[in-house]
T-cell receptor
Framework: KNQVEQSPQSLIILEGKNCTLQ??????????LRWYKQDTGRGPVSLTI?????NTKSNGRYTATLDADTKQSSLHITASQLSDSASYIC???????????FGAGTRLAVHP | ETGVTQTPRHLVMGMTNKKSLKCEQH?????MYWYKQSAKKPLELMFV???????ENNSVPSRFSPECPNSSHLFLHLHTLQPEDSALYLC????????????FGPGTRLLVL
């Protein structure tokens, strides 16, 4: 069964600290993996897109990694800011049908 | 802003009411989607439209009725809903139904009493 599991479910960190969010998937065949950021009261916004051959991709203070062998991805946030408080959703697109498989998200709270 | 707007942003309705959600995209995309987002659960795809034609219905109950009059507008008509239908309803659009990035609207927060 195609699934995307994210951990932790929620996380609280202090402003300025780093954190890493995890995503494990069992989707096959694999096309690409995306991380979305969803602010409270807003729709998800794409942060990164990674294909099978990419191991790492950065977008400012956000760095995503992908290990296609172990089917794991992580999103690392450096020097967190209050505006990073949001839900982060991992989405895996299956090959062939281009079906999006969503994780339940990690809710991050950055405190001053 | 993502170029996808949704109205209303919040809606409270009784189980016997009829209401409609509206989505409009200003991106020139051909594909539009309705998703349901419940607390602590993954987004659930409800409907997919491509060039105004419905291409996917994810076993959605008939009390949800979509309408796509053109590639820029998408509606979700609601009638005789249940309390468990309370959720955030998100609209999205993309250039096509391939692996392109989907752009999401802000959602409509629905509460069914």
């Amino acid at each position: 069964k195609n699934q995307v599991e994210q951990s932790p479910q929620s996380l609280i960190i202090l402003e300025g600290k780093n954190c890493t969010l995890q995503c494990n998937y069992t989707v096959s065949p694999f096309s690409n993996l995306r991380w979305y950021k969803q602010d409270t009261g807003r729709g998800p916004v794409s942060l990164t897109i990674m294909t099978f051959s990419e191991n790492t991709k950065s977008n400012g203070r956000y760095t995503a990694t992908l290990d296609a062998d172990t089917k794991q991805s992580s999103l690392h946030i450096t020097a967190s800011q209050l505006s990073d408080s949001a839900s982060y959703i991992c989405v895996v697109i299956s090959g062939g049908y281009n079906k999006l498989i969503f994780g339940a998200g990690t809710r991050l709270a950055v405190h001053p | 802003e993502t170029g996808v707007t949704q109205t209303p942003r919040h809606l409270v309705m009784g189980m016997t009411n009829k209401k409609s959600l509206k989505c409009e995209q200003h991106l020139g995309h051909n594909a539009m989607y309705w998703y349901k987002q419940s607390a602590k659960k993954p987004l659930e795809l409800m409907f997919v439209y491509n060039f105004k034609e419905q291409t996917e219905n994810n076993s959605v109950p008939s009390r949800f009725s979509p309408e796509c009059p053109n590639s820029s507008h998408l509606f979700l008509h609601l009638h005789t809903l249940q309390p468990e239908d309370s959720a955030l309803y998100l609209c999205a659009s993309s250039p096509g139904t391939g692996p392109e990035t989907q752009y999401f609207g802000p959602g409509t927060r629905l509460l069914v009493l």
